[in-house]
């Protein structure tokens, strides 16, 4: 089974630093000391200029606190994934909880709706039926491959993990960013290796908190899942940036 290290970049700097350790995947945002906030376009576009085979996954979230959000915040979230999606995002990571703490349907349905459309359009756009192969300016600025959806660790809030992820699996998401619902990967176990089978296939368990060059191949080996998450960073000057070199460890763990 290949395997796969996504890591987590909050700033220029560490997605440079990913991509010195051997980075093929990272999930951008800003603001890691909140948990982790929507990125600037600016970085993006920068991050996809400069790192063009990089496949780069776009945090989109609104504020810190509880991942139950008003209308107003849902519409301006829409919006700022199609920002994303226009500026190249290859994914989107996003998640909301409704006050049950159950995934919330109508308020993801408005998030995953432009992705869906943008799909669509790509694949119109390939298709015989639209010449796109002759016509560059069809689709401008459009990945090649589809754009993937992850629903990141607002999982480990919800009230139930497996009704959860049935909801998600309804919705199309390709992977779930978690913990295991516990304080870290390595602890969660347990519940990742049971999403693992209860997903059998269908959804990605990602993997993701605490995830070091120590026991990143024990959690991917017991849970039986391919991909993994980590920061894999240190902390200057009240600053936390991606370690190239942890990195790379975690990279010889897992391969």
Known sequence: MSRLLEVCCGNLESVEAAVKGGAKRIE????????????????????????????????IRSGAGDFHYTQEEI???????????????????????????????????????????????????????????????????????AVSLTFHRAFDASRDPFFALEALASLGFD?????GQAASAETGIPLLKSLVERAAGRVIILPGGGVSPENAARILSETGASEIHASA?????????????KVAAILQAIL
Request: glycine residues 8%; hydrophobic residues 35%.
């Open 28 to 59: 951008l945002c800003s603001a890691l000391e909140l948990d982790g906030l929507t990125p600037s376009t600016e970085d993006l576009r920068t991050v996809k200029a400069r790192y063009p085979e990089l496949t780069v996954h776009v945090l």
């Open 75 to 145: 519409k301006t979230m829409a919006g700022k994934v199609e920002e994303a999606l226009e500026s190249g995002a290859d994914g989107i990571v996003i998640g909301c909880l409704d006050k049950n703490g159950d995934p919330d349907i109508k308020a993801l349905l408005e998030l995953v709706r432009p992705v869906e459309d943008w799909n669509l359009a790509r694949e119109l756009a390939d298709s015989d039926l639209c010449h796109a192969s002759n016509d560059g300016h069809f689709f401008p600025g459009a990945p090649r491959k």
């Open 175 to 179: 992977r779930i960013l978690t913990s």
């Open 233 to 245: 960073s240190e902390t200057t000057d009240g600053k936390k940036v991606t370690s190239a070199e």
